[in-house]
């Protein structure tokens, strides 16, 4: 089925701001809290927020095989489960409908009252119940830099790397949309030549500039999903910052992985834009270093080109970018990624989450972590206001931002904004 | 509030077999297939299972706080976040409503023909949707095991076993109730001495005999729970497989741990057996051989005596029970595991479970895996039928048992029951 709301010359009859991350061509989908009160989903162009579950009540989506419910629910899950093809032909409907040669909505005014919201008016809620989340190990350039920093530059990379998509399963239940702050947490760590560990405020908290893509069911317990059907059961990405806490890692992490120097929170970008939106920005993947397992091979691009930067922004100051990379940098990529994740037989269903890992370019201002911008904590980096940072400090908020561009649109995922509160104090 | 339902001398008018793990002090909750193919909540008292969600649209739970629909569900979540004082409730009015002495329901005949199954006209069901699964590695035991293997005999736990209850994040989508059949993984490999890994089954494939405990909703982000206050968060607990595959595990878990090794397949016994029924079998944890940070420290017994046992039962042989260990082993417990889990914030919710690791014990046929119990292959298990085994072999069938005995009484948590097909095959 084609995807017509990719048309890059369709223009729409609502505004858009210059710039925007929302033109009629992304169409992402996410679940809001109305100026009623009201939980649904919706989608985005421009400034203006979309309800489609009154969309759908008013039978803008006559034809298309859909529940009555299916938009008035507190997750994306169920719509997610539906598969590809609905959300084609929901897209391809949402981006007619808004299309400036359409008067269906555009005329209606009593309608349009009660579809279109001002993004002001809204709360914009966790988008999916994320049934699993995994994290990836998948940047090179990240691998490279954390094992020259903590093992051995001459043999960075662990033997399993260039092999692996290596990958941790995370927590859940910390995963929060932009806007929701985090308190510093506590933590064991060991003092520095000591025996035995303390308790005390992580004094390392850190950001990692991920991304993560959602999954709709794909899989029975004990099935692989096949390298080129991989596609088939991505939803959609969203920002992710991955907070982490190096000293509370460092303590625990031999020999299970990082815990609780994690599970503290991850944040994302409330918009899931969808993989049809990226796919005029489709790119290749950096070349395989050795060769890989015929389950890993793949044809054709399957990475994506998103800019990717990262800023701090002290309370009541300005905000300083500290850092400038791309999704496409990834060595490993997500059709890999699910492949290796299934291969194993492992389910994966509707809402689960798949972060990338930190994602780090080839050059040091386009690190993706404080850990590696400061090179722990070695060379501070400078803000424009608030000092210097070696990591984050109490009051400091998280932006990652994301976006592409090509010659014809620009289109991106907003942001994942994120405040550091202090340690939690019982009232 | 007194918990009513333990009361030891209780007699029930249901039959109950000798030595069953279903007294009427015991009282487990879990979801099954009715022979009228509804789902519904119930319990179990001997070889009957209860529907109570026709008890209670029958009104049996009149004065109990209930939403209608609260037992007319396929997870037993929405009724563990009602609280600890509901479940008490709950149980005590089942108590008393199977009492010998209570005639209410014993002489309506046509109540108990809606409302009791035997157990072979009903299909247990995952009892609860697991939102997030954690893992620990909890028996020192065990530990100092797998550390004098892989490791250094003489600092076979790693220096923050005995500060930490060290855990990680598993996988929730794979998690099956007993009965349900599990095929050998693929997976990647590293053969001895070769450079490269290669793609295959699993040779390795073990068993991991665990407990797993069920929480209900504990905090908010940000907030940890206080140690004194973990237990009012634990809504009971079930036996637990946790499958792994060895040399998978090896190849990938430097550095972040094990991921496809474990997540292809964790069974769990279908009933859970509340924290309130195992009050009687309460016992101490191991002394601490160092001390421990505050926030582990407790006080009281707060680990409890659950006899375990495994068995391999190979294809149409008579089974062959392998170890003999205690839930009382674990050096760390399950207040001590949660107050950790939250230390930094992590909510836990409703349905979460909480994994203790392989339970072993102090004696070579008490250990809780094959890797354990063959050490890694080098001395080989007999069977009584069906030959010598290392590890599982294809079409064994490894059944985990538990339960708890005084003078008084005898409860137990039935079987979790799996069979290891051989490796998936596209039909």
Same mark, same amino acid.
């Given at each position: 089925m084609k995807i017509t709301a990719n048309d890059p010359k369709r223009q729409t009859w609502l505004p858009v701001p210059d710039?925007?991350?929302?033109?009629?061509?992304?169409?992402?989908?996410g679940v809001f809290l109305t100026r009623d009160d009201v939980i649904t989903i919706g989608t985005r162009?421009?400034?203006?927020?979309?309800?489609?579950?009154?969309?759908?009540?008013?039978?803008?989506? #006559?034809?298309?095989?859909l529940t009555d419910d299916i938009f008035l629910q507190d997750t994306l899950n169920d719509f997610i489960s539906d598969g590809k093809k609905t959300w084609r032909l929901v897209r391809n409907r949402i981006a007619e409908l808004f299309d400036v040669k359409d008067k269906s909505l555009q005329n209606h005014d009593e309608h349009k009252e009660r579809v279109l919201f001002a993004m002001d008016e809204i709360e914009m809620q966790l988008p999916?119940?994320?049934g699993d989340y995994t994290d990836f190990y998948s940047s090179i350039e990240h691998a490279t830099n954390v094992g020259t920093m903590f093992r051995d530059p001459d043999n960075a990379l662990l033997p399993n790397w260039l092999h692996i998509p290596v990958g941790y399963h995370g927590r859940s239940s910390s995963i929060i949309p932009s806007g929701i702050p985090v308190h510093r947490p506590l933590g064991q760590k060991l003092p520095k030549g000591?025996? +035995?560990?303390?308790?005390g405020p992580s004094r390392l908290v850190d950001f990692e500039l991920e991304m993560a893509f959602i999954t709709t069911d794909a899989n029975h317990l004990g099935e692989p999903i096949p390298i080129d059907e991989a596609e088939d059961y991505i939803f959609g990405l969203v920002l992710f910052n991955d907070w982490s806490a190096r000293d509370i890692q460092k303590w625990e992490y031999v020999p299970l992985?990082?815990?609780?120097?994690?599970?503290?929170?991850?944040?994302?970008?409330?918009w899931i834009v969808t993989l049809d939106a990226l796919e005029p920005f489709r790119t290749d993947s950096p070349k395989p270093l050795k060769k890989q397992l015929e389950y890993l091979q793949y044809k054709g691009k399957k990475s994506f080109d998103i800019k990717l930067q990262v800023a701090i922004q002290p309370e009541d100051k300005v905000e300083t970018v500290v850092a400038n990379t791309n999704f496409k940098y990834m060595y490993w990529n997500m059709s890999q990624q699910l492949a290796h994740h299934t291969i194993n037989g492992c389910p994966v269903n509707s809402g689960d989450m798949m972060g990338s890992g930190t994602i780090s370019g080839p050059t040091p201002d386009s690190y993706g972590s404080m850990l590696e911008l400061s090179w722990r904590g070695e060379k501070p980096v400078k803000l424009k206001e608030g000092g210097d940072r070696k990591f984050? #400090?109490? +009051?400091?908020?998280?932006?990652?931002? &994301?976006?592409? #561009? +090509?010659?014809?649109?620009?289109? &991106?995922?907003? #942001?994942?904004?994120?405040?550091?509160?202090?340690?939690?104090?019982?009232?």
């Open positions: 710039k925007s991350d929302f033109p009629i061509q992304n169409i992402p989908f162009i421009g400034d203006t927020a979309i309800d489609l579950g009154a969309l759908h009540q008013l039978g803008y989506f #006559e034809g298309i095989p999916v119940q994320v000591a025996d +035995n560990p303390k308790l992985g990082p815990f609780l120097a994690k599970s503290f929170a991850s944040s994302i970008s409330p984050i #400090e109490d +009051n400091d908020t998280v932006i990652i931002r &994301g976006y592409c #561009e +090509n010659k014809d649109i620009r289109l &991106g995922f907003g #942001e994942v904004s994120t405040k550091l509160l202090p340690v939690f104090k019982k009232q």
